[in-house]
């Protein structure tokens, strides 16, 4: 992958998310969710109707200082995004989360998922002031270990809490990176 060929854009405002934008989100989430992929949605198939008032949820709630929306374009063609998430409760405001961590099935082992979460362990620290990033995993499915090359901790799970299928249970992994 060349340098010059990915490039990442912030989505902080819902008018910033055009049609063919919001178009090209939920065609990933469906390929992904369809490939297997822990996304957001456990229960493949899906379809476009499917995770559309899910992301028009996500686009409506986009504001620069509590969610952003981030998307990687490799070649002009969208081929990851993720959401980031903070809590303005002073108590908590101090971290945030990260939600929907996908990437295209054609660009995968790319490097792609890796450049997406390293320019938003950039933004979270430099522009949001960010001090953790924390997120969930759905376990058995290698995400832990991806996340933990990137310097990513567990710091807990919940055995058995979700529930793909009866006697598919997986664990809900917890982890944390510290400091930014």
Request: hydrophobic share 45%; net charge negative.
């Amino acid at each position: 992958m060349a340098a010059d060929s990915l490039t990442f854009q912030q989505l902080t405002t819902p008018s910033d998310v055009t049609p063919q934008l919001q178009r090209a989100l939920a065609e990933c989430w469906v390929e992904v969710t369809n490939a297997g992929g822990a996304a957001g949605f456990p229960f493949p198939p899906v379809d476009a109707a499917t995770v559309a008032p899910t992301l028009v949820r996500i686009i409506d709630l986009l504001s620069p200082d509590s969610n952003r929306l981030l998307t990687a374009t490799l070649d002009g063609e969208l081929a990851g995004w993720l959401c980031l998430r903070r809590d303005r409760f002073e108590l908590i405001a101090h971290w945030g989360t990260l939600h929907h961590v996908q990437t295209r099935t054609a660009v995968r082992g790319r490097g792609i998922g890796l450049a997406l979460m390293n320019e938003v362990r950039r933004i979270a620290r430099d522009e949001m002031g960010l001090e953790q990033l924390h997120l969930a995993a759905r376990g058995d499915v290698g995400l832990e270990d991806f996340y933990g090359r990137l310097g990513w901790k567990e710091v807990g799970r919940w055995p058995g809490a979700l529930r793909l299928a009866p006697g598919d249970d997986r664990d809900e992994i917890l982890m944390i990176l510290a400091p930014l």
